[in-house]
């Protein structure tokens, strides 16, 4: 299984941009889709996450200002950020957890990244 991110780019605060990630390969079934950040000098971290039968997960640092969505048929993940703020400013990886070869065994995929860069 392989992850495409897109999306990224410079925008000004209270700006937005749309992150969108495609998984490609042998994909039996898709457990979770999701996107994290890491920040220049700083630990990558789950920015927010859609689980199959769980729903949606949010940073409470994103909440309300970002939209996950999640297309299982063309098994993509967008990310809509709105209201951007400079801290927001990263390196925006796709992430996702697959069922290969049946539904016993998941596989954790991650994607190349995508800058983000909101200036003030």
């Known amino acids: 299984v392989q992850l495409q991110a897109s999306g990224g780019g410079l925008v000004q605060a209270g700006g937005s941009l749309r992150l969108s990630c495609v998984a490609s390969?042998?994909?039996?079934?898709?457990?979770?889709m999701g996107w994290y950040r890491q920040a220049p000098g700083k630990e990558r971290v789950l920015v927010a996450r859609?689980?199959?039968?769980?729903?949606?997960m949010y940073s409470d640092s994103v909440k309300g200002r970002f939209t996950i969505s999640r297309d299982n048929a063309h098994n993509t993940v967008d990310l809509e950020m709105n209201r951007l703020k400079p801290e927001d400013t990263a390196v925006y990886y796709c992430?996702?957890?697959?069922?290969?070869?049946?539904?016993?065994?998941?596989?954790?995929?991650w994607g190349q990244g995508t800058l983000v860069t909101v200036s003030s």
């Open positions: 390969g042998s994909i039996f079934g898709i457990n979770s």
């Open positions: 859609v689980v199959s039968g769980s729903g949606t």
């Open positions: 992430n996702g957890d697959f069922y290969v070869t049946g539904w016993t065994r998941v596989a954790n995929v």
